[in-house]
Every structure is written in structure tokens, then in C-alpha cells.
Nanobody
Framework: QVQLVQSGGGLVQAGGSLTLSCAAS????????MGWFRQAPGKQRECVAA????????YYSDPVRGRFTISRDNAKNTVSLQMNSLKPEDTAVYYC??????????????????WGQGTQVTVSS
């Protein structure tokens, strides 16, 4: 059984920064693409960043590209999301997720099967 435990998040003023972290259990972390998703009230959960199993390939959604950075440490089974220049529209619950199939790189919601508990990020104007 895979467990993803998130930390970080909170309240920040517009223009500020936050870092989210996700620690994974299990010995096969390094074989899977990991993603960060967010869900705002009344909206669908969407992928904002993803990183493949080696860390050599990344994806960013258009709204966050250039402001967010995803990284992973396979030795520590962790994936992080550094969020800079935060905007009020970044306010959402953020989730880390593990892709369903190892060795592939996908960003669609249905491709992910394990999720962290979710972390609220609130950006005030």
C-alpha cells in the first residue's frame, strides 16, 4: 500500500512563496511519475506540475509555468513544489499524486491512483 503524506501550504500574501512537500512510502517511488494537482471550489482537480521518474522531464500548466518548480529526491522518496510569485487565483487545495502506470509520463487526472491528503493554499490580495 502506497501512502503519500503532504506538508507545507498555508496562507500567504500575493507575491509571496510557499513550498509543498510530499513523502511517499514504498520501495518503488523512483519508478513512477509524480504530479501536483489543485482543486479550487467548484472546479475540477487539475494538474499543475508533473515530474517523471528520473526527474528529467517536467510538465507545468500554463497558469503556473515560470512561477512553480517541481522537483523530486528519489533517495528520500519525496517530491516538492516550490511556488513563487503567488497570485490569489492560485488559491486551492493542492494534492500530490502518483501515476498509475510506472515508466510513463501522463498528466490527466484519471492516470493517477494514489493521492496525498490535500493541503490548503490561500493567497490573499
Amino acid at each position: 500500500q502506497v501512502q503519500l503524506v503532504q506538508s507545507g501550504g498555508g496562507l500567504v500574501q500575493a507575491g509571496g512563496s510557499l513550498t509543498l512537500s510530499c513523502a511517499a512510502s514504498g520501495r518503488t517511488f523512483s519508478a513512477y511519475t509524480m504530479g501536483w494537482f489543485r482543486q479550487a471550489p467548484g472546479k475540477q482537480r487539475e494538474c499543475v506540475a508533473a515530474i517523471n521518474w528520473t526527474g528529467g522531464t517536467t510538465y507545468y500548466s500554463d497558469p503556473v509555468r515560470g512561477r512553480f518548480t517541481i522537483s523530486r529526491d528519489n533517495a528520500k522518496n519525496t517530491v516538492s513544489l516550490q511556488m513563487n510569485s503567488l497570485k490569489p487565483e492560485d488559491t486551492a487545495v493542492y494534492y500530490c499524486g502518483r501515476q498509475r502506470v510506472l515508466g510513463t509520463f501522463r498528466t490527466q487526472l484519471y492516470e493517477y491512483d494514489y493521492w496525498g491528503q490535500g493541503t490548503q493554499v490561500t493567497v490573499s490580495s
